[in-house]
């Protein structure tokens, strides 16, 4: 599907995961985690909490959290936004409509960054921030200090235990 807000990527989908495999050693495992080299700075939370989330009040707001961030930071440019085995996308967030909310015109986002049965990958154009979540470790990593600085407050809250910081585990 094709809208302002975004496009399938097509031709360039190839490139753009070539890119992300050799830039974050990427090795899809469903026993092996991390998937990827985290980078520094990163902060990777667990998904597991949402599990105990019936009206998807806490969901709904790491999204936000995660758009409006992403929304911020690139103005009126774009991201990538990858579904391993699956269509990606480039998207344009400041075309994007309020989160839940799909007006005429306002397209909602064609991802989540939330990894629902696979990897969900978000990133800058020039990889230089963005979320890598993973589907069998149920959780969500989060890198580049510009974003952190815009997220990680907000997510802490709503996702609490931190699994792996600049790609150190963290004790528990």
């Known amino acids: 599907m094709a809208t302002k ?3 399938e990527l097509t031709g360039d989908r190839v490139a753009a995961w070539d890119r992300f495999y050799a830039t974050f050693d990427f090795r899809p495992s469903m026993r092996s985690f991390p998937a990827i080299t985290e980078p520094t700075p990163s902060v990777t939370w667990s998904l597991i909490g949402l599990d105990d989330d019936p009206g998807y009040t806490r969901l709904d707001r790491m999204t936000e959290a995660v758009h409006t961030g992403f929304t911020a930071l690139v103005g009126t440019g774009s991201i990538l936004c990858l579904d ?4 990606s996308y480039r998207v344009w967030p400041s ?3 309020p989160e839940n909310i799909d007006p005429p015109g306002k397209p909602g986002w064609p991802l989540s960054p939330y990894p629902d049965g696979d990897y969900f990958i978000y990133l800058a154009e020039d990889f230089r921030f963005g979320t890598f ?11 580049g200090g510009e974003l952190l600085d815009l997220v990680e407050v907000e997510l ?17």
């Open 84 to 87: 391993w085995q699956h269509p």
């Open 5 to 7: 807000a975004y496009r």
């Open 133 to 143: 979540g993973h589907p069998w470790e149920l959780s969500l990593c989060v890198f």
């Open 156 to 172: 802490h809250e709503l996702l609490g235990q931190v699994i792996r910081r600049d790609g150190q585990q963290v004790a528990t």
């Open 95 to 97: 075309l994007i409509g």
